[in-house]
């Protein structure tokens, strides 16, 4: 018998597994791919309606396979999608309690209604905006709510922006703060009033919040800088128009590290630098020259 997959002389086509038999060969398509003759072809089962997704689910198509995700709103695993109410059907809370996504939390209106260490958010008790925060497929959560990650705007859907690498529409948006706190530039802060002085004697009552300054824990969207406590695209020639820590990329200030800022600057300081380093490795080797010498 002639070997044909061994010999490489089968018409299999790309994806496709060559199996040999007595006088001939089989070709034959892995899961999830069909018969392009020659070759293989991805199986769409979402489009194809082939998935076993859950009916509050949506389908993505891979490459010999699908995966389904809860829509927002629903939790579980893509197949089962429930919403957070149904969660509670069965569960009976004691008196002062209530049930949230399956779990009895204690209820409140402030932060001195809960026990030591935890704060009243949304209502109820915890030590963590996130804790019994259930997040649907593909999102996790941060500050309370439920966020898709990003790294740049365009991986965000609509009219949501990457900030600090999740997408929202603004910086505040589903971020659940304590009773006695606000949200400001996707941060929470304590509150504070002409007339009501900061706690901590550091901190300076800027917008109603207590904070080292304007800028002070607020989020920008990628491509933004926060200047006077306002995010805005900086525009810039050179890393000396940005501020200290920032880069100047594609025209606009950016995340970056000094050095990089120093480098576009043109100071000079990369080649100092190692100028500088190529002096102490010859140092160096010189001290180990010398101490192979003595120690013959």
Do not use: H, Y
Not at 124 to 139: I, K, S, W, Y
Not at 215 to 242: H, I, K, L, M, W
Request: one cysteine or more.
């Amino acid at each position: 018998d002639i070997d044909e997959c061994a010999d490489g002389t089968d018409n299999c086509g790309p994806g496709a597994t060559c199996t040999n038999s007595d006088g001939s060969f089989d070709c034959s398509c892995p899961d999830g791919f069909a018969d392009a003759d020659p070759g293989c072809a991805d199986i769409d089962e979402c489009t194809d309606g082939l998935d076993d997704c859950a009916e509050n689910a949506t389908c993505t198509n891979s490459d010999g396979a699908f995966e389904c995700a809860c829509n927002d709103g629903f939790d579980g695993d893509g197949r089962t999608c429930e919403t957070q109410d149904s969660l509670c059907t069965f569960v009976d809370c004691d008196a002062g309690e209530a049930c949230v996504a399956g779990r009895c939390v204690s209820v409140c209106s402030v932060d001195d209604d809960c026990a030591n260490g935890e704060s009243c958010f949304d209502g109820r008790c915890a030590a963590d905006a996130c804790d019994g925060v259930e997040c649907p497929q593909g999102q996790t959560c941060t500050g309370g709510g439920c966020f898709a990650a990003c790294v740049a705007n365009a991986d965000c859907a609509g009219a949501e922006k990457c900030f600090d690498g999740r997408c929202a529409a603004g910086a505040c948006a589903n971020i659940v703060c304590a009773s006695t706190q606000t949200c400001f530039g996707g941060t929470c802060f304590g509150g504070c009033d002409a007339q009501q002085s900061c706690v901590d004697a550091t901190l300076t009552c800027i917008e109603e919040r207590c904070a080292t300054d304007a800028c002070d824990g607020v989020q920008c969207p990628v491509g933004e800088r926060c200047a006077d406590g306002t995010c805005a695209v900086v525009p810039c020639s050179t890393g000396s128009d940005c501020a200290p820590g920032d880069i100047c990329s594609a025209g606009v200030c950016a995340p970056g590290t000094g050095d990089a800022n120093r480098a576009q600057e043109g100071c000079g300081c990369g080649s100092a630098g190692g100028a500088a380093g190529q002096g102490w490795i010859v140092f160096a080797m010189m001290l180990l020259i010398g101490g192979a010498r003595r120690r013959r």
